[in-house]
């Protein structure tokens, strides 16, 4: 393999020479041999490598782009291989989440004309009849309200909780998201992000820049995966530290 150095690789992708020092002192690189005089003297193989923690990024994020690469060098496949898994069913995840957000939002702004606002309704639902009419108990209503996904407000005369047209919409919301197995706080922060978007045409685009950083990041994970995978197969690639070749690992390529 012919040799480089740091600013060879460096210049490829627009960062520091340190940067690519620092991403092999914590385990983003294979080890570097060194010359006679203490400089670094990097291959093919490092700039391969380089190109595969920097792919992995806009796919997993850093931090796991990094835990990727160092699981790699110490020859953990598996390990490798789980949190790779672990990032697809995230995404998977956040797609449900987002088609879950987009009918619920569908359902109820198309259902909001039918129910009345407090103000116009002195008759608001009561924590049992909302109950009622979700097919929970008033305790889970409760149990919302303290995750902060409800914000009823109160009779001024008995103290009681009264539910406006849109704490329906907010509970209708949860008790779908919750019926798809999702927590109270990932749930709060979806409620809370609806809440505050305004009108229809400004939820409307953030549940479309929504979809197009999920599709971006699909995206990435198919360029991360081919990048790993010829990083993986790359002749002459650097032994794992500390570690001999595995029999599993050989096998693999």
């Known amino acids: 393999m012919r040799t480089l ?10 960062i520091s020479t340190q940067a690519v020092r620092n991403y092999e002192r914590d385990g983003f690189l294979p080890p ?32 796991t782009a990094g835990r990727i690469m160092n699981a790699l060098h110490r020859d953990r496949l598996n390990d490798v291989l789980t949190i790779i898994d672990r990032g697809h069913h995230q995404l998977l995840r956040d797609r ?5 957000v987009r009918k619920a939002v569908d359902h109820l702004t198309a259902e909001s004309d039918a129910v009345p606002d407090l103000a116009d309704d002195p008759e608001s639902r009561t924590i049992g009849e909302l109950a009622h009419q979700l097919g929970v108990t008033p305790a889970t209503l409760r149990n919302w309200e303290d995750a902060g996904i409800l914000t009823p407000a109160r009779d001024s005369v008995t103290g009681y909780r009264l539910f406006r047209a849109s704490d329906t919409r907010d509970a209708e919301l949860a008790h779908l998201l919750r019926r798809g197995g999702y927590p109270l706080d990932h749930i709060a922060t979806v409620v809370s992000q609806i809440r505050t978007a305004g009108d229809t045409d400004t939820l409307s685009g953030a549940l479309d820049d929504w979809q197009r950083k999920l599709t971006a990041q699909g995206l990435a994970m ?21 570690f001999a070749r595995t029999t599993e690992w050989e096998s693999m390529r």
């Open 5 to 14: 150095r740091p600013a060879d690789l460096a210049r490829e992708h627009g």
């Open 32 to 63: 570097a041999e060194r010359t006679g005089s203490g400089y670094r003297i990097y291959t093919d193989a490092h700039a391969t490598a380089l190109r595969t923690f920097l792919a992995l990024i806009p796919a997993y994020g850093h931090s």
């Open 96 to 100: 449900d989440t987002l088609d879950a």
């Open 222 to 242: 198919l360029d991360a995966a081919a990048q790993l995978s010829h990083y993986l197969n790359l002749p002459g690639r650097p032994a794992p530290t500390g």
